[in-house]
């Protein structure tokens, strides 16, 4: 794959959606790096922050207001020293995110990757979204959750993703413009969206600066 078919990829998703598992048959077929827990893995290894440290981090933004209570208190420090914890792991996030869409073809899952990578020519952004109903069947049949204990997590994941990107990127998780293509996939087989993805990837045209 030369540079002008480069093609990176961003998948944000709503619990239960699907799109992780997109994400992942979507690299496959590219036969590109796919980073979802390869990314924390990633982030971890250059930063120095533990794995689980950064993988908690966005679910601490449940509570928006807690959330955006302790990202705000920093220390008296100057320079980076001087962000809180919450604002650190951000900044490890975007700069491991960045290093990883300058090195080729990806498919990167979550992490405000659509954010990061806004404006870089070579990379489509992509929102899978369904109805509550599909979502919570997913998580029954798929991810083997009692459909109370789905809804609920449903409901918790999806606030603090909406949360965490709300504060960190000042912009609305989900909304139509943060996006290239949207996709319900409650009425589209997960290799149909595949395929719908890479056709997309193949026609669409980049507006002229």
């Known amino acids: 794959m030369g540079n002008n078919d480069k093609k990176i990829i961003t998948i944000s998703r709503e619990f239960g959606s699907g799109g992780r598992l997109i994400g992942k048959r979507l690299a496959e077929k590219l036969d590109v790096p796919f980073y979802d827990k390869q990314l924390l893995d990633r982030i971890a290894e250059e ?68 954010y990061v990578l806004r404006g870089l020519p070579e990379a489509s952004h992509i929102f899978i979204y369904a109805e509550e109903k599909d979502k919570i069947k997913r998580a029954v049949q798929e991810y083997g959750i009692p459909e109370d204990e789905a809804r609920k997590l449903m409901r918790d994941t999806d606030k603090a993703r909406a949360n965490y990107y709300a504060y960190h990127t000042g912009r609305k998780w989900g909304e139509h413009v943060n996006y290239s293509l949207s996709i319900d996939s409650g009425y589209i087989e997960i290799e149909d969206i595949v ?15």
């Open 47 to 114: 930063s120095g922050f533990s794995k689980e440290m950064i993988k908690g981090a966005e679910m601490k933004a449940k509570n928006s207001f807690l959330y955006s209570l302790a990202s705000a208190m920093g220390t008296s420090e100057n320079g980076p020293e001087s962000l809180s914890l919450n604002e650190r792991f951000f900044l490890a996030q975007f700069d491991t995110i960045r290093r990883i869409a300058d090195e080729g073809s990806c498919v990167i899952v979550g992490r405000c990757s659509d």
């Open 195 to 209: 395929d719908l993805i890479v056709q997309y990837t193949k026609v669409r045209r980049f507006s002229q600066a």
